[in-house]
């Protein structure tokens, strides 16, 4: 039976969701299967900038989307982001270290057949159409997302 890891990201801070696709990123290199759950914040990394529309929205759901990051590299840092100061450091730093941006990790966890579920009462509160997202995303209940886990070896939140 393969070895199975479930990651519930709920973060949609830069720092964070880098540390659950490193980890996933990681995991897939040793044969490990891998889901990720995303609901609320953690959404905001599966948005395709070049997808986002308003178009049959609340007005509530367009303020939202206005407002909310517009993809991977656009979300926050967690601590010391001083309006986006410390985000523009830290991706100096990563820079300077010839590491891999966010938006590599996440296109290195799609080409490595990651699994990739979006919380589907989350994107309905928070007003994200499917076409909005990346297209490896499958919509599920929480239920779904409970199986999925209780199987894995290893569950994290992030």
């Given at each position: 039976?393969p070895?199975?890891?479930?990651?519930?990201?709920f973060?949609?801070?830069?720092?964070?969701?880098?540390?659950?696709?490193?980890?996933?990123n990681?995991?897939?290199?040793?044969?490990?299967?891998?889901?990720?759950?995303f609901?609320?914040?953690?959404?905001?990394?599966?948005?395709d900038?070049?997808?986002?529309?308003?178009?049959?929205?609340t007005v509530?759901?367009?303020m939202?989307?206005?407002?909310?990051?517009?993809?991977?590299?656009?979300?926050?840092?967690?601590?010391?982001?001083?309006?986006?100061v410390?985000?523009?450091?830290?991706?100096?730093?990563?820079d300077?270290?010839?590491?891999?941006?966010?938006?590599?990790?996440?296109?290195?966890?799609r080409?490595?057949?990651?699994k990739?579920?979006g919380?589907?009462?989350?994107?309905?509160?928070?007003?994200f159409?499917e076409?909005?997202?990346?297209?490896?995303?499958?919509i599920?209940?929480?239920?779904?997302?409970?199986?999925?886990?209780?199987q894995?070896?290893?569950?994290?939140?992030?």
């Amino acid at each position: 039976m393969p070895e199975e890891m479930n990651l519930l990201m709920f973060s949609g801070d830069y720092d964070k969701a880098m540390a659950g696709l490193i980890l996933a990123n990681s995991a897939r290199e040793i044969d490990v299967d891998v889901t990720m759950f995303f609901s609320f914040w953690g959404l905001w990394l599966l948005r395709d900038p070049d997808k986002i529309s308003n178009e049959d929205k609340t007005v509530y759901e367009k303020m939202f989307s206005t407002f909310s990051p517009k993809g991977a590299e656009d979300l926050p840092l967690s601590k010391m982001n001083f309006n986006g100061v410390g985000k523009k450091l830290l991706v100096e730093m990563i820079d300077d270290n010839h590491a891999p941006h966010l938006i590599h990790f996440l296109k290195g966890a799609r080409k490595k057949n990651v699994k990739f579920y979006g919380c589907k009462l989350s994107m309905e509160i928070m007003g994200f159409k499917e076409e909005e997202l990346i297209p490896e995303l499958e919509i599920v209940d929480a239920k779904t997302y409970l199986k999925s886990a209780l199987q894995s070896n290893m569950q994290l939140f992030i």
